[in-house]
């Protein structure tokens, strides 16, 4: 079983900044690949980023592309999302989820999730 705790949400004006982190406890968190996934109510939950168990691997959403890095620390078993140049088109609840399976972008692959952390960028 593995325990993701998310944080670093907030309101943020359109142009600048937020870093969400995502603690996880449990099972070897440093064997799995982790994502990030975001959900506007009333919208399908939308892939945003996700990186392999090493770090050497990342995947990104066109929609976020240049704008967010994903990065892990596997010493703190915890997984970050570096966003910049925010929109108001990021406001969303964030959340991450474990992989036990390979690097994916798919909802579906994703075994464990957090509970989620509020995203809102004001115009």
């Known amino acids: 079983q593995v325990q993701l705790v998310e944080s670093g949400g907030g309101l943020v004006q359109a142009g600048g900044s937020l870093r969400l982190s995502c603690a996880a406890s449990?099972?070897?968190?440093?064997?799995?690949?982790m994502g990030w996934f975001r959900q506007v109510p009333g919208k399908e939950r939308e892939f945003v980023a996700a990186?392999?168990?090493?770090?050497?691997?990342?995947l990104y959403a066109d929609s976020v592309k240049g704008r967010f890095t994903i990065s892990r620390d596997n010493a703190k078993n915890t997984v970050y999302l570096q966003m910049n140049s925010l929109k108001p088109e990021d406001t969303a609840a964030y959340t991450c989820?474990?992989?036990?399976?390979?690097?994916?972008?798919?909802?579906?692959?994703?075994?464990?999730w957090g509970q989620g952390t509020q995203v809102t960028v004001s115009s």
């Open positions: 989820a474990v992989s036990v399976g390979q690097l994916s972008g798919t909802e579906r692959r994703y075994d464990y």
């Open positions: 990186i392999d168990w090493s770090g050497s691997r990342r």
């Open positions: 449990g099972r070897t968190f440093s064997s799995y690949a």
